[in-house]
Every structure is written in structure tokens, then in C-alpha cells.
């Protein structure tokens, strides 16, 4: 298998850890890529039409894109190790679409700062990107400590890599403030091995 990916991206951050949690990690060549949304990697979009990393291409099969398919495929293909069965199933998925959110909107306030020229930037739509943010990181301090503080799944791992994003490129903007049960979780998560491994580059 290929994995077309960047360091540092964290929706390829996602596989990583999961490549490395299920020891797969020595069956997937990496493809460094550098893309973004108004040039994209030369050869990509043949490989995934939206352009995007990651990308996961196949022997058996078309390439799979989209972090949350190709991890589902991978924990599959691994054992079915981080996305438990019965109800628990449902409740890490939902919390790994909460970690995506996350990084959707912290993305966009991302590209409105470094795209857009600083004249036709617009203040109301990046709040109203962190306003989501902040929603979901209060949600996580309130209903969900219970489900990050259990065994492994691949919801933690979004939510970390989501929250390890907020640091990367919005730090100043304070997610912890009324989050402390969240902020003390992800301390300790974000200390484990593969967290440090798979961070991404300083000043990528």
C-alpha cells in the first residue's frame, strides 16, 4: 500500500497513529505530498479527485481517501482494534466526527489567514469558525471525559490530533480556558509515544 500524505497534516496524523497502534506501520510506503487548496500536488487528483491527503492506495482496490475511511479500513485490516463493537462503536465514532469537526474549522481559520489577502479577510466568519470550536471542546470537557478516559479507541486519537492542531496553529487563542478536565486528559495523552513520534515538524 501507498500513503500520500504530509507531516503535517493532522488528518494524516490520524492514520499515522493508527498505523503505528495496530503495527502496520511496515506495510505502507510513504509519498510526502505538498498540497493545498489553490495549488494542489502535481499527480494527486488522480489519486483522490478532491486533491487532498490522505490517500491510501491499493493492490485490490480503487484508493481510499478521507481520514475516517481510510482509518476504518486500516483498524479492519489491523484487527478491528480501535473502533470497539456495540454501543461504545457509535460513541467513538461520534467523537472522532467531533475531532474532525474540530479541525475543519480550525483549517478554514487557517487558510483565511494565509490565503486570503489580509484586506479581504473576514473576522466574523473566522469567530464564528473558533465559536465552533470552542462548543466542541466544552462538550468534550462535559459529557465525554468518561469515554477519553477509557481504553484506546480511535475517537481519542481525533480528538488528541484535533487539540494537537489548536496548539500548532492557533495556540493563542486558549481552547483549554474552561476546560481543564479536557486539558488534563490530553496532557496525558498527548505524552505517549506515538503522540511524540507522529507530532509534526517545528515551523512546518
Known amino acids: 500500500?501507498?500513503?500520500?500524505?504530509?507531516?503535517?497534516?493532522?488528518?494524516?496524523?490520524?492514520?499515522?497513529?493508527l498505523l503505528h497502534e495496530t503495527g502496520q506501520l511496515g506495510d505502507v510506503e510513504l509519498l510526502s505530498e505538498q498540497t493545498s487548496p489553490l495549488a494542489p500536488a502535481d499527480g494527486l487528483p488522480a489519486k483522490n479527485p478532491l486533491a487532498k491527503v490522505p490517500a491510501l492506495e491499493r493492490a485490490d482496490g480503487p484508493t481510499l481517501y478521507d481520514s475516517r475511511v481510510i482509518c476504518a479500513y486500516l483498524d479492519a485490516r489491523g484487527g478491528d482494534k480501535l473502533y470497539p463493537a456495540g454501543a461504545r462503536r457509535w460513541d467513538t465514532m461520534t467523537l472522532e466526527a467531533t475531532g474532525d469537526g474540530i479541525l475543519d474549522a480550525a483549517l478554514l481559520i487557517t487558510y483565511e489567514a494565509r490565503?486570503?489577502?489580509?484586506?479581504?479577510?473576514?473576522?466574523?466568519?473566522?469567530?464564528a469558525q473558533w465559536?465552533?470550536?470552542?462548543?466542541?471542546?466544552?462538550?468534550?470537557?462535559?459529557?465525554?471525559?468518561?469515554?477519553?478516559?477509557?481504553?484506546?479507541?480511535?475517537?481519542?486519537?481525533?480528538?488528541?490530533?484535533?487539540?494537537s492542531y489548536l496548539d500548532f496553529r492557533h495556540d493563542a487563542?486558549?481552547?483549554?480556558?474552561?476546560?481543564?478536565?479536557?486539558?488534563?486528559?490530553?496532557?496525558?495523552?498527548?505524552?505517549?509515544?506515538?503522540?511524540?513520534q507522529t507530532a509534526p515538524p517545528v515551523g512546518g
Not at 117 to 123: A, F, L, R, Y
Not at 149 to 157: A, E, F, R, V
Open 1 to 17: 500500500m501507498k500513503l500520500y500524505y504530509s507531516p503535517t497534516s493532522p488528518y494524516v496524523r490520524k492514520v499515522m497513529i
Open 115 to 127: 490565503m486570503r489577502p489580509e484586506g479581504k479577510q473576514w473576522s466574523e466568519w473566522t469567530d
Open 131 to 163: 465559536s465552533k470550536i470552542s462548543g466542541a471542546c466544552a462538550a468534550l470537557n462535559t459529557r465525554w471525559m468518561s469515554h477519553l478516559n477509557g481504553p484506546l479507541d480511535m475517537g481519542q486519537i481525533a480528538v488528541a490530533c484535533a487539540l
Open 173 to 196: 487563542r486558549g481552547w483549554r480556558h474552561g476546560n481543564d478536565a479536557l486539558a488534563a486528559w490530553y496532557a496525558d495523552f498527548a505524552a505517549r509515544d506515538v503522540m511524540v
